[in-house]
């Protein structure tokens, strides 16, 4: 538990990380989706153990990749999900899966649909790739649905830490079988849902449609290292990458699959302690809310250690103003005419030390702000 309890700025500000060392020395960085922990020891372990032999040559392993066998008995063991053997490729991250399946799956002009507020590089890539974004509503996703090609289901969701509830998802996977929809279900995010909430893997629920994509990223911490998984159900694309040269998928590093393997396979208490910190934090930036912002202001996340907040203060004059780096929310809207420019995401993956600090800097200038009538599309 102690390696949650305290975090290094100092080690943060002179590191490679953007999330401190792009920012000026009196402003704390709560925006990006990195933590300020550590990693897992097993983690580090293996990373020294690569360096120290010296290991850095192209990856080779003996038999079925040990990627592949990890996400699928931590699908299995964790969620009750087998998937399907065959049919999972290693990737460099989430977007790079995202850009090979639109391409793979889609056509030009076709609709993606995809819940909003989202993942702004998410939108940015639908954006480029001259498909269109269709905003799909959480409470009635029908209409949307029925202009698309693809949906990509991000769950649980970032920034607003919703985890679809098994109502929710059967709703979708109906939809989504009956108009012969892909579905690119982004789960990066899963192994961060907090009790009693249940993380219900999209393709154990409509597997001949999903492409299921992950990594050990967030939950453990390791965004440097480049590594993710997609398993891909629906048959045609299967088919179209199975035919694509291997060069065209990238190759992560030994340095990053090693990591991957090690959290995966070493690190479950590890991030067991992070969740009861993480637990914490949560309710710590709730009930603050509640009382700075108002009633509904934040709900609750049910999953990942992220809080999409309703401000009075865009994230930039609380930069200005408070000297804490939040992220925009508008910046989760972009390329589409939804308006989430009152809301900021704080990301509250660090000791309750330095949070009640961001609470506190945010006190002294949000408290003087005006609550306007807040408009954002939908429940969120
Ligand atoms: C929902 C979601 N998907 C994907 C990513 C990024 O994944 P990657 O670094 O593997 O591209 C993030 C990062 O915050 C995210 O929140």
Known sequence: MKQFLAIDTARLRTGHGVKWGSLPPDTIGAWVADMDFGIPPAVRRRLIDVVSQEDLGYPFWRGEDPLITAFQERMSNRYGWAPAEGRTRVFTDLIQVLQVMIEAATAPGDGVAIHVPTYPPFLATIARSGRRIVPVSFTDPGPALRQSRMLVLVNPQNPTGHVFTRDELTTLASAADSLGLVVLADEIHADLTYAPFEHIPFGSLLPSRTITATSATKAFNLASIRCAVAHIGPDDVKARLDAAPLDYFGQPSILGRVATL???????????DLMSCL?????????WAD?????DACRLPHATYLAWLRSPLAANDIERRAHVKLSDGNEFSE???IDTSSFVRLNFATSPGNLQDILTRLDDVLANGTTETLTCADKY
Do not use: F, M
């Open 262 to 272: 090690a959290a995966w396979q070493e690190s479950d208490a590890w991030l067991a």
């Open 335 to 337: 390329h589409t005419s």
């Open 291 to 295: 009382t700075t912002l108002g009633p």
């Open 279 to 287: 637990t914490t934090n949560r309710d710590t930036v709730v009930k």
